[in-house]
Structures are given as C-alpha cells and as structure tokens.
C-alpha cells in the first residue's frame, strides 16, 4: 500500500533555531518528492521537488533531502523565523499515467515561539 | 494572475442540502483538482479533469459530482449534504500532470454539516 509518514506530528521551537522534518514513505514505483509550507486557512504552497535522481534541493532557509534507497526525506529549516509556523505536507508521487498518482503525508505542525 | 481562486470560504450545510463549491484558474492550466483534507489526514483526491469536457474520480468521489465546460472551471457539486462531507475543500490545478508538474493550490473552502 503507499503510503507517507511523517514525523514529529508537531513541534515547538524557538526563533533562531534549526529544525529537521522526517517523512518516510513506501510509494512505488517512485517519480518525485515534494515537500509544501501550509499557513493556517491557506492552501498548500510548495517549497522543493526532488525526482530520484536529486539528494538534496534548496529554498532560501528551507533544504530538502532524499535518499530513495531507503524511502526516506528530510526537511531542514534553518534559522527560523516566526513566519515559518506553519504545517510541512511531504507528498510523493508514484511512475504513473499522471493520473491519481500522488500520496499526501499528514503533515508536521510546526510552532516557532519569539 | 490571480491563481486559482475559491469560493466560498466558509458555508454551513444542514443534512440534505446541496451546494457548489466553485474553482477558478487563471493560468491556462489544463489539469484541475479536488482535494479534501479532513483534520489530522492527508489530502484526499476527490475528482480530477486532464482538461474541458473530461473529468475522472479520485479516491474519495462518492456524494459529490463535477463538471468542466471551460479550461478555468472546475465546479464541485455536493447534492445531499452528509456529516461526513464536513471538511475543507482545496482545489488545484497543474499544467500537466500531477505527477511530474507543481500542483496550485486555491485557499480552501471550510464546509460544516450539521
């Protein structure tokens, strides 16, 4: 079954510091990684997309890992900032038709205290 | 370009009731979406359409219906309001393919059945 779990469910921080998000996953065959930023009653933003052959892939402050060998990602945020309170989805995509072929992780609620 | 944009934003259903959730992109894109996201799971897809006059069922269709006359519209239709349909509705749109192209996502539609 394909699916994508992430870890923390939350996470409280202080601004200033550096966080890592987990998401590990069992889709297949594997096409693509995406990590998205979702404010509060927004809708999901995307922040990197990796394809198997990426390990590692920047947005400003945000850095996203790979390492499809062991189906696993990581997102990295350094220095935070209060604006980074948000919740991080990580979706995967599965070698399809492009049809019904991306799973969503629940997401990682991040809180970043002043 | 305005994105893809949703209304309403919030709306109150009794059991029964119908509705349309409207979604509009301005970007040209041909695929469009529909997302629901219940608290604490991942997005669900609902329904999808590769372009005008083709529409296909995603995970979760049963108890809603959509249409797409033009490449901006993707209208979702609720015809007998449940408890169960209480979520928040997220439209999106992509230029291709979900699963090699950036998903867009619109701000959200909050749907309460009571």
């Known amino acids: 079954k394909n699916q994508v779990e992430q870890s923390p469910q939350s996470l409280i921080i202080l601004e200033g510091k550096n966080c890592t998000l987990q998401?590990?996953?069992?889709?297949?065959?594997?096409?693509?990684l995406r990590w998205y930023k979702q404010d509060t009653g927004r809708g999901p933003v995307s922040l990197t997309i990796m394809t198997f052959s990426e390990n590692t892939k920047s947005n400003g402050r945000y850095t996203a890992t790979l390492d499809a060998d062991t189906k696993q990602s990581s997102l990295h945020i350094t220095a935070s900032q209060l604006s980074d309170s948000a919740s991080y989805i990580c979706v995967v995509g599965r070698l399809d038709t492009g049809r019904r072929a991306l799973t969503f992780g629940s997401g990682t609620r991040l809180q970043v205290q002043p | 370009n305005a994105g893809v944009t949703q209304t309403p934003k919030f709306r109150i259903l009794k059991i029964g009731q119908s509705m349309t959730l409207q979604c509009t992109q301005d970007?040209?894109?041909?695929?469009m979406y529909w997302y629901r996201q219940d608290p604490g799971m991942g997005l669900k897809l609902i329904y999808y359409s590769v372009g005008a006059g083709i529409t296909d069922k995603g995970e979760v269709p049963n108890g809603y219906n959509v249409s797409r006359s033009t490449t901006e519209d993707f209208p979702l239709r609720l015809e007998l309001a449940a408890p169960s349909q209480t979520s928040v509705y997220f439209c999106?749109?992509?230029?291709?393919?979900?699963?090699?192209?950036?998903?867009?996502f619109g701000p959200g539609t909050r749907l309460t059945v009571l």
């Open positions: 999106a749109s992509s230029l291709q393919g979900e699963s090699y192209n950036e998903q867009f």
């Open positions: 970007m040209n894109h041909n695929y």
């Open positions: 998401c590990n996953y069992t889709v297949s065959p594997f096409s693509n």
